[in-house]
């Protein structure tokens, strides 16, 4: 079971979630998993989420009512101990962002 689950929401946010994704990408701290619910993109964002799989442990892309919606379809596969939400043009401004959380979550 990771220490975080990161579930992010996405509807064609091919121009921002490169960003997002690479933010994750850097972080030292590697506990974590992440889900991404996307409402059925249609601007390349899923080629991005199938390209992803280095870091996107899992992901969907279906229509959905809106950004909670998205996130509570994510949190039935969330397997973390603490959840972070994010958006698809949202970052972690700095790679020990996650690291610096640890000491605070366990």
Not at 13 to 38: H, K, N, P, W, Y
Not at 58 to 83: C, M, Q
């Amino acid at each position: 079971m990771p220490l975080i689950s990161i579930i992010i929401a996405t509807r064609n946010a091919a121009g921002t979630l490169g960003r997002c994704l690479d933010s994750i990408r850097a972080q030292t701290f590697r506990d974590f998993e992440l889900l991404v619910m996307d409402g059925g993109s249609t601007d390349g964002t899923v080629d991005m989420l199938r390209a992803g799989g280095d870091v996107v442990t899992a992901w969907r892309s279906e229509p959905d009512t809106g950004i909670y919606h998205a996130w509570n379809k994510a949190l039935v596969l969330a397997t973390g101990e603490w959840v972070c939400f994010l958006g698809g043009d949202d970052w972690l401004w700095h790679e020990g962002a996650l690291a610096r959380l640890r000491p605070m979550l366990r």
